[in-house]
């Protein structure tokens, strides 16, 4: 081994470090699929605060029903959909995974499963619009259903790719754990 000012090892010239340099790739990966997961977690921070201040000029009446509709029914249990991004995020730190996994269930129950609902529920309303022209519910002058229907989609290719992508990371948290096990 070579040291900054020193005398080296006997029989190596300083150059047999480089594979020392290099960062095991689940190392690798995790830093990676953190940080594509916190991506999509402030991206639906940011859909989630649309439909919070969506709800709250629908309630408190600060614009007229013309220009913000009162919400729909999904979008009441939609609001907890915050908690399992939150658990997301405490996971990081210290490579938690029950936080990880957690967040995972809970993404389900209270983030895709309102999705789900909230596409059935707009369904009539859609088909209305398509059919015959009519719509009853506007936001800023674009039909309700429309741009909520925008939003789920929007809404379900995040939280999709959060659960593809903390999967992955659930597994590269594994490949470490099992690992330091066999040290």
Same mark, same amino acid.
């Given at each position: ?8 090892? /006997? ?15 689940? +190392?690798?990966? /995790? ?5 594509? $997961?916190?991506? %999509? $977690?402030?991206?639906? #921070?940011? $859909? ?5 201040? !969506?709800?709250?000029?629908?309630? %408190?009446?600060? =614009? ?8 729909? !029914?999904?979008?009441? *249990?939609? @609001?907890? /959909?915050?908690? *399992?991004? =939150?658990?997301? @995020? ?11 996994? @957690?967040?995972? $269930? /809970? ?6 499963? *309102? ?8 369904? *009539?309303?859609? !088909?209305? @619009? ?5 719509? +009853? ?11 909520? +229907?925008? #939003? #789920? ?8 790719? !959060? =659960? ?20």
């Amino acid at each position: 081994m070579a040291s900054r000012g020193g005398p080296r090892a /006997s029989g190596t010239d300083g150059s047999d470090f480089q594979h020392r340099e290099r960062v095991a790739s689940h +190392y690798q990966m /995790s830093v990676a699929l953190k940080s594509e $997961i916190k991506k %999509l $977690i402030y991206t639906h #921070v940011g $859909i989630w605060l649309l439909l919070l201040a !969506q709800m709250c000029v629908g309630h %408190l009446k600060l =614009l007229p029903h013309d220009q913000v509709a009162m919400p729909y !029914q999904w979008e009441y *249990p939609y @609001l907890l /959909s915050i908690l *399992p991004s =939150l658990l997301g @995020l405490l996971s990081f730190p210290r490579n938690n995974i029950s936080y990880l996994v @957690l967040s995972m $269930i /809970s993404t389900g129950l209270f983030s895709v499963a *309102p999705l789900i609902y909230g596409a059935m529920e707009m369904f *009539p309303m859609a !088909q209305q @619009l398509y059919r015959h022209g009519k719509a +009853y519910r506007f936001i800023f002058g674009f039909s309700a259903v429309s741009v909520m +229907y925008l #939003v #789920v989609v929007v809404a379900a290719q995040v939280h999709g790719w !959060q =659960l593809y992508y903390s999967k992955k990371l659930l597994d590269s948290w594994f490949t470490s754990t099992q690992e330091k096990k066999k040290k």
